[in-house]
Antibody, heavy 123, light 107 residues
Framework: QVQLVQSGAEVKKPGASVKVSCKASGYTLTNYYMHWVRQAPGQGLEWMGIINPSGGSTSYAQKFQGRVTMTSDTSTSTVYMELGSLRSEDTAVFYC????????????????WGQGTLVTVSS | DIQMTQSPSSLSASVGDRVTITCRAS??????LNWYQQKPGKAPKVLIHAASSLQSGVPSRFSGSGSGTDFTLTISSLQPEDFATYYCQQSFSSSFTFGQGTRLEIK
């Protein structure tokens, strides 16, 4: 069965970087894009960006441009999201989510999600 | 970017009630609209894609409708496990915007 297992909670100081991993199993990593979504405490869902594990091409939400880097390691079926220049407002749960297409790749849904990784930014 | 606006932001209802949540896009997104359910401390779960296509395993009391800019999620008869937060999401543009969420609470 498809599973996305994320790395554990992190505590970081302002200005630092965090790297969250998402290990995929039950399917071929390179056959699907992976998305990252942020959720601040008590808030809604915010799309951060997407990576194509086959080749590593990425696209990031404008809000995170210059601070986020998404990478993949096909040998371990793992994708990574690194967020830099952390500030207190970045305290959130970060999710990876598999993107699946419908209607001939015109539409996308996030059909499997990781369990989430809490990143706390505090001095 | 396409903005997605849900209403209401919160809703109180009783088991057995029929409830409707609305999602409006700032521009036409055809039918590229998904609905997710999220329970506290858990990852979201997709319920509906393409505005009205029920995901496998999702109870038939959930239904979706709409196209263009206006969409609805309807739960025909609320069950105790349905009390959660619901989000719409557009996939028409590659910004994959979510609505702000609708919290469904027990009355």
């Amino acid at each position: 069965q498809v599973q996305l297992v994320q790395s554990g909670a992190e505590v970081k100081k302002p200005g630092a970087s965090v790297k969250v991993s998402c290990k995929a199993s039950g399917y071929t990593l390179t056959n699907y894009y992976m998305h990252w979504v942020r959720q601040a405490p008590g808030q809604g869902l915010e799309w951060m960006g997407i990576i194509n594990p086959s080749g590593g091409s990425t696209s990031y939400a404008q809000k995170f441009q210059g601070r986020v880097t998404m990478t993949s390691d096909t040998s371990t079926s793992t994708v990574y999201m690194e967020l830099g220049s952390l500030r207190s407002e970045d305290t959130a749960v970060f999710y990876c989510a598999r993107g699946n297409y419908y209607e001939g790749r015109s539409g996308t849904l996030f059909d499997y999600w990781g369990q989430g990784t809490l990143v706390t930014v505090s001095s | 970017d396409i903005q997605m606006t849900q209403s209401p932001s919160s809703l109180s209802a009783s088991v057995g009630d029929r409830v409707t949540i609305t999602c409006r896009a700032s521009q036409s997104i055809n039918s590229y609209l998904n609905w997710y359910q999220q329970k506290p401390g858990k990852a979201p779960k997709v319920l509906i894609h393409a505005a009205s296509s029920l995901q496998s395993g999702v109870p038939s009391r959930f239904s979706g409708s709409g196209s263009g800019t206006d969409f609805t999620l309807t739960i025909s008869s609320l069950q105790p496990e349905d009390f959660a937060t619901y989000y719409c999401q557009q996939s028409f543009s590659s910004s994959f915007t979510f609505g702000q969420g609708t919290r469904l609470e027990i009355k």
